[in-house]
Each structure stands twice: as C-alpha cells, then as structure tokens.
T-cell receptor, first 112, second 113 residues
C-alpha cells in the first residue's frame, strides 16, 4: 500500500508570512499532484510534478518534486487570506489505473 | 476540462435507510471514481466505476454497502446502504481526463442521525 505523509496537519499564520507544506512517501510515484479544497467544494488541481527534482511556480506558490520522486513540498510566499484552505498532495500510481493516493491534508488558515 | 454535477449536495438521513448519490459529467469518460472524505480527513477511494462492468472496490469497502451503477459514459450513482452515523461524510465523485488531471464534483455532505 502506498502511503503519503503530509505535514503539518494544521497551520495558522499571519498574512505576509511564508510557509512550507511537506509530503513524504516511501513509495515512488509516477507523478505527484497538489490540490486545494475550499469548504463545500471538491479539490481543485494546483499543479502536477512529474520529473525528479522538478520545480514549478504558480505565482506565490512553489512546488518541488524530490529527486527520487518520493516526496514533494509546497512553499507559499507572503501568504494571503485568500490562500486559506485544505491543501492535499496526491500520488499518481501510473499505468492505466489513474488511482490517486491522497495525503491527510494541511488545513491552512491565513489571518489578516 | 470537465464539469461534474453531484446531487444531492447535502442530506440528513435516518440510520438504517439508504441514500443514492448521482454524478453527472459533461463529457464522456471511461473511469469514474467515488471517494469518501470524513470530517477533517483526507480523501479515501471507495471504488472505481467503469462503464459496462462491475465497480472495483478498495480494501474496506464492499458492494453490499456501497453499490455503484455506471449505466453510460457520463453518469454514475453511489448508494450508501443501511446507513449508520459512522457513514456521515462527504462523498465525492471524480473523473480523469487522460494525461491531465482529476476533476471532482462539489461533494455530497451526508449526515446520518
């Protein structure tokens, strides 16, 4: 069974602070995805990282995939209240299954 | 992209009853997925629903408890049978567009009393 450990589980910060969320596994994934979920909605994809060592930037969000494709991080610079939400990492198993293995999620609250 | 509509968006049900959740996609997709998200938790895959064949259930989930229908390439239903308070969760359907990303419905928030 492939497992993803995500940390921290909860994070409450002030507007303007930086933060990093980690996603670690003992398994190798063909790719890893980060989703953001707001209350009453389904998760929405932020980014997919595929290549070991890959770094992707989405405005103030920086995503990194570990060299061994087992771990990933999400760094948010100068967080804003609009960044509040549940951040989920998900490993893609590959093949024709398209089955996602989700981490437990990080509930981020950015206070004004 | 894909637009997924789930019904109902929420419901409060008596224990021992059953609820059927509908998932409609605006395009034809081969595989649809049903997830459960318990309060404050992440998503757990219940089953994969393929058109024309029986659903494939993950460990800990059985067809008698969570029967699934997939009559065509744009629609699926998940039934939560003989409900108990432990079944209170958000249930989400999801689809993949090949080599892109997973799209999720807005979820059905179920409360069993």
């Amino acid at each position: 069974t492939q497992l993803l450990e995500q940390s921290p589980q909860f994070l409450s910060i002030q507007e303007g602070e930086n933060l990093t969320v980690y996603c670690n596994s003992s398994s190798v994934f063909s790719s890893l995805q980060w989703y953001r979920q707001e209350p009453g909605e389904g998760p929405v994809l932020l980014v997919t990282v595929v290549t070991g060592g890959e770094v992707k930037k989405l405005k103030r969000l920086t995503f990194q995939f570990g060299d061994a494709r087992k771990d990933s991080s999400l760094h948010i610079t100068a967080a804003q209240p609009g960044d509040t939400g549940l951040y989920l990492c998900a490993g893609v198993g590959g093949g024709s299954n398209y089955k996602l293995t989700f981490g437990k999620g990080t509930l981020l609250t950015v206070n004004p | 992209s894909a637009v997924i509509s789930q019904k109902p968006s929420r419901d409060i049900c008596q224990r021992g009853t059953s609820l059927t959740i509908q998932c409609q996609v605006d395009s034809q997709v081969t595989m649809m997925f049903w997830y459960r998200q318990q309060p404050g938790q992440s998503l757990t895959l219940i089953a994969t629903a393929n058109q024309g064949s029986e659903a494939t259930y993950e460990s800990g989930f059985v067809i008698d408890k969570f029967p699934i229908s997939r009559p065509n390439l744009t629609f699926s239903t998940l039934t939560v049978s003989n409900m108990s308070p432990e079944d209170s969760s958000i249930y989400l359907c999801s689809v993949w567009l090949v080599n892109t990303e997973a799209f999720f419905g807005q979820g059905t928030r179920l409360t069993v009393v």
